[in-house]
């Protein structure tokens, strides 16, 4: 057994709220696809009122992205906010 005197105690601060982020980014996805999935089932376009849903989506995915420290998850939502654009334009 190592001895007890020679073993140190190291403390890691956790977040504040650890489930936070990704409730945020889930829950910005499920605007997203929300809005898409009406658009589809209506065969329209994009309107205004979706496209507000889709930017508050990505504003959700961008701050649970930010408060994770997670770049790859802003950089995949920047693309998916291109593909979605592109997809949905008029």
Sequence with gaps: YPD????????????FLPWLAPACILAGAAVQLAALALC????????????LACAAGALLV??????????????GQAL??????FAWRG
């Design 4 to 15: 007890p005197a020679a073993v140190r105690e190291v403390a890691v601060s956790a977040p």
């Design 62 to 75: 961008f701050a649970g992205a930010a408060l994770d420290r997670d770049v790859t998850v802003g950089v």
């Design 40 to 51: 589809r089932a209506d065969g329209k376009n994009l309107t205004a009122r979706r496209a």
């Design 80 to 85: 998916a906010c291109v593909g979605i654009w």
